[in-house]
């Protein structure tokens, strides 16, 4: 080890913070200070540990702070479900039904019983409130569910507005030779084969806008979160067909739809929110480090990517209004496919390469902490040459990882704090296969 990396390795080691156990976070919540936005990442979509530090960080905000919902990297109509079980609707009769609109690839991200300890816990929260309006909700942030949200857009039509849904269904009848996959629409139309479907769908969320009042009062029943989440619906149709129909002009153009699509949702539920709760609404947001982690600190900036921790920074004004927590780990297991559409698997996690990120919080040798990172002149400038950084998302492939899950990145400039976790373990999927053998370390979830 060279003396500028072993000087770097003591720097880091005298600004971490050991944390004894997955519920210790206190020392996280303390560097959160008054963010009214807080946005919590993950190394992998697979991860047991990185599912429950974030789950006992989200209680605290919500029982301490007053957070007002739980906004995940998941499509809208889904999530939507969840909340309204979790917000005392009867139709399911436990978290694992509720999570049951999970159905398309990656279905462990979010059915798993992780997840379900946090539905569970949203739920008895809930039923302690007795102002509705003070009530926990779990919302989408996500883009894909293009049936999806144009079948919620015109059944909420049909209960409020007839006429108005036979507008809707007509328009949204544009899409109806591609079938139940987007990306066929998206192939015609970027090869020219098709007319494309952005008038009619800029249409109806125009027509839904517009139309607050009306159907807000019609009958007297339809209640402002429902016209809403309606609009939510539209909007996630508009920006689809926009994601669809650019996604074949290159990565740079969808991701950044994408994720300004995320933003934006994340905007316009915080504004919701706020209304009804008549003042400032604070949000707790669960995604990937690629999308939670500032781009502009990442080698993916010089190629013209934007993202949601980006924009967040940009968009709410005002010191520690927003706060980005990284998660990263050295080894253990994760839950990820081979393939995409291919079947989940507990996969071995390479341990972290040398110049990396992992690698240096490794050699720390504290297991799990949490290390400042906002506001550390001293640490940016001694790591203001960069270092790899492992991402792995809902497909992992160890025999190319280097070129599949690394990229370079100014740490201090991603996030305002990263907890790093040493040795990790694969996160426990509701529909795990057969062969899927439980962890020897422990039986999660323990009173589930």
Same mark, same amino acid.
Request: glycine share 8%; with cysteine; net charge negative.
């Given at each position: 080890?060279?003396?500028?990396?072993?000087?770097? @390795?003591?720097?880091?080691?005298?600004?971490?913070?050991?944390?004894?156990?997955?519920?210790?976070?206190?020392?996280?919540?303390?560097?959160?200070?008054?963010?009214?936005?807080?946005?919590?990442?993950?190394?992998?979509?697979?991860?047991?540990?990185?599912?429950?530090?974030?789950?006992?960080?989200?209680?605290?905000?919500?029982?301490?702070?007053?957070?007002?919902?739980?906004?995940?990297?998941?499509?809208? $109509?889904?999530?939507?479900?969840?909340?309204? /079980?979790?917000?005392?609707?009867?139709?399911?009769?436990?978290?694992?039904?509720?999570?049951?609109?999970?159905?398309?690839?990656?279905?462990?991200?979010?059915?798993?019983?992780?997840?379900?300890?946090?539905?569970?816990?949203?739920?008895?929260?809930?039923?302690?409130?007795?102002? $509705?309006?003070?009530?926990?909700?779990?919302?989408? @942030?996500?883009?894909?569910?293009?049936?999806?949200?144009?079948?919620?857009?015109?059944?909420?039509?049909?209960?409020?507005? $007839?006429?108005?849904?036979?507008?809707?269904?007509?328009?949204?009848?544009?899409?109806?030779?591609?079938?139940?996959?987007?990306?066929? /629409?998206?192939?015609?139309?970027?090869?020219?084969?098709?007319?494309?479907?952005?008038?009619?769908?800029?249409?109806?969320?125009?027509?839904?806008?517009?139309?607050?009042?009306?159907?807000?009062?019609?009958?007297?029943?339809?209640?402002?979160?429902?016209?809403? %989440?309606?609009?939510?619906?539209?909007?996630?149709?508009?920006?689809?067909?926009? %994601?669809?129909?650019?996604?074949?002009?290159?990565?740079?153009?969808? *991701?950044?739809?994408?994720?300004?699509?995320?933003?934006?949702?994340?905007?316009?539920?915080?504004?919701?929110?706020?209304?009804?709760?008549?003042?400032?609404?604070?949000?707790?947001? *669960?995604?990937?480090?690629?999308?939670?982690?500032?781009?502009?600190?990442?080698? *993916?900036?010089?190629?013209?990517?934007?993202?949601?921790?980006?924009?967040?920074?940009?968009?709410?004004?005002?010191?520690?209004?927003?706060?980005?927590?990284?998660?990263?780990?050295?080894?253990?297991?994760?839950?990820?496919?081979?393939?995409?559409?291919?079947?989940?698997?507990?996969?071995?996690?390479?341990?972290?390469?040398?110049?990396?990120?992992?690698? @240096?919080? =490794?050699?720390?040798?504290?297991?799990?902490?949490?290390?400042?990172?906002?506001?550390?002149?001293?640490?940016?400038?001694?790591?203001?040459?960069?270092?790899?950084?492992?991402?792995?998302?809902?497909? /992992?492939?160890?025999?190319?990882?280097?070129?599949?899950? /690394?990229?370079?990145?100014?740490?201090?400039?991603?996030?305002?704090?990263?907890? =790093?976790?040493? =040795?990790?373990?694969?996160?426990?999927?509701?529909?795990?296969?057969?062969?899927?053998?439980?962890?020897?370390?422990?039986?999660?979830?323990?009173?589930?």
């Amino acid at each position: 080890m060279s003396r500028n990396e072993d000087d770097l @390795l003591q720097m880091v080691r005298g600004a971490s913070q050991s944390m004894a156990g997955l519920d210790d976070v206190e020392s996280i919540l303390e560097r959160m200070g008054e963010a009214r936005v807080v946005l919590l990442g993950e190394a992998t979509h697979g991860t047991h540990e990185f599912y429950r530090l974030r789950t006992e960080i989200t209680k605290r905000l919500v029982r301490e702070r007053g957070f007002a919902a739980v906004a995940v990297e998941a499509d809208w $109509p889904d999530a939507l479900r969840v909340s309204r /079980y979790v917000q005392g609707g009867e139709k399911d009769a436990d978290a694992g039904q509720a999570l049951g609109g999970f159905e398309r690839f990656p279905r462990w991200m979010w059915r798993n019983a992780e997840t379900v300890e946090l539905v569970e816990w949203l739920r008895a929260y809930n039923g302690t409130q007795t102002d $509705p309006v003070r009530r926990v909700g779990f919302f989408g @942030l996500d883009l894909y569910s293009l049936r999806a949200s144009m079948a919620a857009v015109v059944s909420y039509l049909e209960a409020v507005d $007839p006429p108005a849904a036979r507008r809707a269904r007509a328009r949204y009848g544009c899409f109806d030779n591609f079938g139940d996959d987007p990306q066929r /629409y998206g192939y015609a139309t970027s090869l020219g084969l098709s007319e494309d479907c952005e008038v009619q769908v800029l249409q109806q969320l125009s027509e839904l806008a517009a139309d607050f009042e009306r159907h807000l009062r019609h009958d007297g029943t339809a209640e402002e979160d429902e016209l809403f %989440y309606a609009q939510q619906n539209a909007r996630v149709v508009k920006n689809a067909e926009s %994601y669809y129909r650019i996604m074949y002009q290159g990565r740079t153009d969808s *991701w950044n739809q994408r994720d300004t699509h995320m933003a934006d949702t994340l905007e316009a539920l915080v504004a919701h929110l706020g209304r009804r709760r008549g003042g400032q609404a604070k949000v707790v947001v *669960w995604a990937h480090n690629s999308h939670v982690g500032d781009a502009r600190a990442t080698i *993916w900036s010089e190629r013209g990517q934007l993202n949601l921790g980006q924009l967040m920074r940009q968009r709410i004004h005002g010191g520690g209004e927003v706060f980005l927590l990284g998660f990263t780990t050295h080894s253990g297991t994760v839950a990820a496919a081979a393939d995409w559409d291919a079947p989940v698997e507990r996969k071995q996690l390479r341990p972290s390469r040398h110049a990396s990120v992992e690698r @240096l919080l =490794h050699e720390c040798g504290l297991g799990m902490f949490m290390l400042p990172l906002a506001g550390d002149r001293r640490l940016r400038n001694a790591m203001a040459g960069g270092r790899l950084e492992r991402a792995v998302g809902v497909v /992992y492939r160890p025999e190319t990882e280097l070129l599949s899950h /690394y990229f370079r990145v100014l740490l201090p400039r991603q996030f305002d704090a990263v907890v =790093h976790v040493d =040795h990790t373990r694969a996160l426990h999927p509701l529909d795990a296969p057969d062969d899927w053998r439980a962890d020897e370390e422990e039986t999660f979830p323990s009173g589930l």
